[in-house]
């Protein structure tokens, strides 16, 4: 059971390059998450999509945005990259039955901005 | 004031002692709340949920929620090094369930 996969697990840019995290998916579940973790910040929410087809900004969605390509896939891009954005990024999933049920967490994307 | 609070730690305990983490929330309407444990380099993974004002037990953990005083809190008996991790606490925001806010975590340390 692969639960949800990310990718890239590491990487570095450099200052106004742009890239984009993938994540997949296999639990059938329809709204996924892209959080960031910075230390002694917590987790902090950047985009959501409820379902397929809907996208909505969280708490820090300035220098992101995102894709939710079908009901498995929601990949987060950064156009123009900068040092603040330095941080591990983790995608997240659930399934909405009209209570907030628990995520299930990706290993994470772990990125440097030079 | 932070929408989710958690005292950083470290909280440090003997093995086989109780720990007690506690995490404090702003949004008086808030309706499902969570502990999740994160190891060092490692995802956060689900400990308890809790969605009803008063305790839940899961094995050796205990999730306690009190909504008119806006805590919850984790109950861990019999510690045992394994369990020294960062403990976060997530709470959904009112009008936006689908956002789910963090704490910073609380990180326990449980000595041999």
């Known amino acids: 059971n692969a639960g949800v996969t990310q990718t890239p697990k590491f990487q570095v840019l450099k200052t106004g390059q742009s890239m984009t995290l993938q994540c997949a998916q296999d639990m059938n579940h329809n709204s996924m998450y892209w959080y960031r973790q910075d230390p002694g910040m917590g987790l902090r929410l950047i985009y959501y999509s409820a379902s397929e087809g809907t996208t909505d900004k969280g708490e820090v969605p300035n220098g992101y945005n995102v894709s939710r390509l079908n009901k498995r896939e929601f990949s987060l891009r950064l156009e123009s990259a900068a040092p603040s954005q330095t941080s591990v990024y983790f995608c997240a999933s659930n399934l909405w039955t009209g209570d907030l049920t628990p995520l299930h967490f990706g290993n994470g994307t772990r990125l440097t901005v030079t | 004031q932070k929408e989710v609070e958690q005292n950083s730690g470290p909280l440090s305990v003997p093995e086989g002692a109780i720990a007690s983490l506690n995490c404090t929330y702003s949004?008086?309407?808030?309706?499902?709340f969570f502990w999740y444990r994160q190891y060092s380099g490692k995802s956060p993974e689900l400990i308890m949920s809790i969605y009803s004002n008063g305790d839940k037990e899961d094995g050796r953990f205990t999730a306690q929620l009190n909504k008119a005083s806006q805590y919850v809190s984790l109950l861990i008996r019999d510690s045992q090094p394994s369990d020294s991790a960062t403990y976060l606490c997530?709470?959904?925001?009112?009008?936006?369930?689908?956002?789910?806010?963090f704490g910073s975590g609380t990180r326990l340390l449980v000595r041999p």
């Open positions: 997530a709470v959904n925001r009112e009008g936006s369930s689908y956002k789910l806010i």
């Open positions: 949004d008086r309407v808030s309706q499902s």
